[in-house]
């Protein structure tokens, strides 16, 4: 709905006072519906690098966390212990019927 010659000078009238008694809330007023991010986020181009980039530090996470976790660590089984009286040398079958 269109306003009136009228409405429309009251208007104009009523933001030049705006302006001049508060002009910090004039102008937020006057961002107000703008783009908050910088231009340099808008492209494509930017977007697919800050994804990447995303994903790499989450995957350095990831397995960082595996590295450091109880769960990553590969330990050999332990190994039988021979018993007092039979000695096995290394090399040897370990029978001792010959």
Same mark, same amino acid.
């Given at each position: ?26 102008? @937020?007023?006057?961002?107000?519906? %703008? ?6 986020? /808008?492209?494509?181009?930017?977007? !697919?690098? #800050? ?21 990553? @660590?590969?330990?050999?089984?332990? %190994? ?6 039979? /000695?096995?040398?290394?090399?040897? !079958?370990? #029978?001792?019927?010959?």
């Amino acid at each position: 709905m269109a306003l009136s010659m009228e409405e429309q000078r009251i208007l104009d009238e009523m933001e030049r006072k705006l302006a001049s008694d508060d002009p910090r809330l004039a102008s @937020r007023f006057n961002k107000f519906g %703008q783009q908050r991010l910088p231009g340099s986020f /808008t492209s494509a181009r930017a977007r !697919t690098i #800050s994804c990447l980039v995303a994903l790499a530090l989450i995957a350095a996470v990831t397995v960082m966390m595996f590295v450091l976790s109880p769960y990553g @660590r590969h330990s050999s089984p332990p %190994q039988p212990k021979a018993s007092a009286g039979s /000695t096995i040398r290394p090399g040897s !079958t370990g #029978s001792t019927h010959h």
